[in-house]
């Protein structure tokens, strides 16, 4: 027999975590569509977020979602004000400024949001959020500002 050949075992092919931006949006167009979150929907979305529900709820009853409408350009920017009166850019179902996106959701992967994004989400779709416009020339000083 010659030498031995030694058998490379393949090791088990770890599953990746889906991206925020994938599950994110599935799971609020699970939501019904109309202007109130029925009890099933806010269980269903406890049992992917837990306590940060309870802190997108508050949020938006608290009438800290505002929807920034740029003009004449159209733009529209979503803040949300967090603890401690601190404003938050968020992207629908995609990204949101604060900490907690970035290493729980992005970077760690064990949540699919953190609760701003979720409270700008739940404010749209059932329109309790404030409306600001705004003149275009104050785009990049407010982005600044969210982004700090």
């Known amino acids: 027999m010659e030498?031995?050949?030694?058998?490379?075992?393949?090791?088990?092919?770890?599953?990746k975590k889906s991206k925020v931006f994938e599950v994110f949006p599935e799971i609020v167009l699970q939501l019904n569509k109309d202007s109130r979150l029925s009890l099933e929907d806010i269980e269903r979305l406890?049992?992917?977020f837990g306590d940060r529900v309870k802190k997108a709820?508050?949020?938006v009853g608290e009438n800290k979602v505002h929807k920034y409408t740029?003009?004449?350009s159209g733009i529209i920017r979503w803040v949300v004000t967090?603890?401690?009166?601190?404003?938050?850019?968020v992207i629908e179902?995609?990204?949101?400024?604060?900490?907690?996106?970035?290493?729980n959701a992005l970077y760690r992967?064990?949540?699919p949001s953190c609760y701003h994004l979720l409270a700008r989400e739940i404010a749209e779709r059932t329109e309790k959020y404030e409306k600001v416009n705004v003149k275009d020339e104050l785009y990049s000083n407010l982005m600044d500002e969210w982004l700090s």
């Open 82 to 89: 967090g603890g401690k009166d601190k404003d938050y850019l």
């Open 57 to 59: 709820l508050e949020l």
């Open 70 to 72: 740029f003009s004449p």
């Open 93 to 103: 179902h995609t990204f949101c400024s604060c900490k907690d996106f970035l290493f």
């Open 3 to 15: 030498k031995s050949q030694k058998i490379k075992q393949k090791s088990p092919k770890k599953i």
């Open 109 to 111: 992967r064990e949540i």
């Open 46 to 48: 406890e049992s992917i």
